[in-house]
């Protein structure tokens, strides 16, 4: 992908439905976030921003163990207690650097989604220039996504307060969509999510 898109893992939450830290929960031969991680990497990234929260200790620690093989590093969401997505992405965007082009916004809990849906994302972006790029399944969208630079400034000035839909829907009229499969719609809330999507 060259170094035009970066991509933000969201990995701030508290795992309170769960019970237990989702993100470390095995998930094949890695975790739940490695798998997230490798399949982002095979798809191309060249840097990945894990953005944490909740339980950052332990998660910074995966993470640097990630860091041996993969593009990863770190930076702390300290609002995550309040626990607003938009914040999280604001706390991500604001580490990029200036070489950057757009963010593919991606969630630490989606471990199922597939390396061809964020090839397919990127490459749709790489073509069309959109601010705004969205897999689709059945006419719903979910994740990853991605937002070109030209709308950061934007995000970065939202208040706390807002919702990332709230964000997304006053820009409908621009978004792509790229078709994908069921999940990016899923991503791991509760035990039961967790032993019905395990490999």
Known sequence: MGNSIIAILLAAGLSSRMGQPKLLLPWGRTTVLGQVV???????????????????????????????????????????????????????????????????????????????????????????????????????RGHPWLIARPLWPRILALPASTTSRQFINSYARQVEYVAADQSILQDLDTPEDYDSLRP
């Open 38 to 140: 490798s399949t982002f990497a095979a798809a191309g990234m060249e840097e990945i921003i894990i953005v944490t929260g909740g339980v950052h200790k332990q998660i910074e620690s995966q993470a640097a163990e990630l860091a041996k093989d993969y593009p990863v590093r770190t930076v702390y969401n300290p609002a995550y207690p309040r626990g607003q997505m938009i914040r999280s992405i604001q706390v991500g965007l604001a580490a990029l650097d200036s070489h950057s082009h757009a963010a593919l916004i991606g969630l630490g809990d989606q471990p199922q989604i597939r390396e061809e849906t964020v090839r397919r994302i990127c490459s749709a972006y790489i073509l069309s220039r959109s601010l705004l790029v969205f897999p689709s399944f059945q006419n719903r």
